[in-house]
């Protein structure tokens, strides 16, 4: 037995949100590392936006629409953004 969920913008934009602020907390943190650093929160951002694209992909079957697109385009630059920023930071130290 097969249920569907229905997309309900809110989570979506909610996540977006989220984001959004974990963004602003690491680019903070990148340019000005003085007490207090709230930039470690940020490392959280590829967790979020992994739920957020998948509750995305899952629950928006076949809509095609331009704002969902966006969303996941910010939704992969949520995931991989930090992970480029831990890279950087792991050359730099070696």
């Known amino acids: ?3 569907t969920v229905r997309f309900n913008k809110w989570i979506s934009i909610t ?3 989220v ?3 974990l963004l602003l907390l690491l680019v ?3 340019i ?5 650093n709230y930039g470690v929160w940020s490392f959280l951002m590829p967790v979020f936006g992994w739920i957020s694209f ?10 095609v629409h331009v704002s ?6 910010l939704n992969v630059f949520f995931i991989v953004f930090p992970l480029i920023i831990i890279g950087w930071i792991i050359i730099l130290m070696v």
């Open 1 to 3: 037995m097969k249920t």
């Open 15 to 17: 996540l977006l949100t």
């Open 19 to 21: 984001n959004l602020l």
């Open 28 to 30: 903070e943190e990148l």
């Open 32 to 36: 000005d590392a003085t007490e207090p």
């Open 54 to 63: 998948y509750y995305i992909r899952i629950t928006s079957k076949g809509k």
């Open 68 to 73: 969902l697109k966006i969303m996941q385009g």
